[in-house]
């Protein structure tokens, strides 16, 4: 965030800063749920997979094989990433311009596993991070948030799903229609690959609420999730109910 993007939004202050940490695999849920969760309680929404995307994105801009991408050069293109407040929702920029699709995008997704796999690139996500969370009250998301980013995190959550199910999700949510069996197949496979390079990063913290999300509708997820966090800023003095 540059300048005075986002601050003074009403119902945060730093005095008052609360973190929720949402880790897990990929296509687990982590960010629609955070956004969710964020705007049931009128915090902030920081994804952390967003943020590795957008560099990656801006990395592809310059071209050549993403094999071949240097850490110096994935950093250069990342200094190119600014975020803009959208409602409880940054949103990052490339070169001050709006690149949703872009960085959701099939090239990026393939490159950005070994992006994030880079120490400094990790580094510049992380205090891009913890920056905001500076400011607001937030619900970050991704896959170290609870054990790296925020380990004095005032509620930590992991997010767990079948392989498969995972796999539909994405799926469906991409094509905008019910998949068939050999996509899911083939998309369980690449998930499952993705996990295996993942897997140092992707660590559960030993305090989080472990949910697994397979059998869970969203709204359940975001239920539960706020629920918790309700639980967790009650005051000892507060005897209005705490929803279940």
Do not use: C
């Amino acid at each position: 965030m540059t300048g005075s993007e986002g601050r003074g939004a009403p119902g945060h202050s730093r005095a008052g800063r609360f973190v929720i940490a949402i880790d897990g695999p990929a296509a687990s849920g982590k960010s629609s749920t955070a956004q969710w969760v964020a705007d049931s309680l009128g915090y902030v929404h920081v994804d952390s997979g967003a943020l590795y995307r957008a560099a990656t994105a801006s990395r592809a801009r310059a071209g050549g094989s993403p094999a071949e991408w240097s850490e110096d050069s994935v950093l250069e293109a990342a200094a190119r990433v600014t975020l803009r407040m959208m409602g409880t929702w940054l949103e990052p920029l490339i070169d001050g311009v709006a690149a949703e699709a872009e960085i959701r995008g099939a090239a990026v997704t393939a490159s950005v596993s070994r992006v994030a796999q880079m120490q400094r690139v990790r580094a510049w996500v992380n205090d891009q991070v913890r920056a905001t969370a500076e400011q607001f009250d937030v619900v970050v998301d991704g896959r170290d948030m609870g054990t790296v980013v925020f380990p004095d995190a005032a509620l930590k959550i992991y997010l767990v799903a079948d392989p498969w199910e995972r796999a539909r999700r994405r799926l469906t949510q991409g094509l905008n229609r019910r998949p068939a069996d050999e996509e899911i197949a083939a998309e369980t496979e690449r998930l499952v690959k993705r996990d295996a390079r993942d897997a140092t990063q992707t660590v559960q913290a030993k305090d989080a609420v472990l949910i697994d999300t397979t059998y869970l509708t969203q709204p359940e997820q975001v239920e539960r999730i706020v629920a918790l966090a309700r639980a967790v800023t009650r005051r000892p003095d507060d005897t209005s109910p705490v929803d279940a």
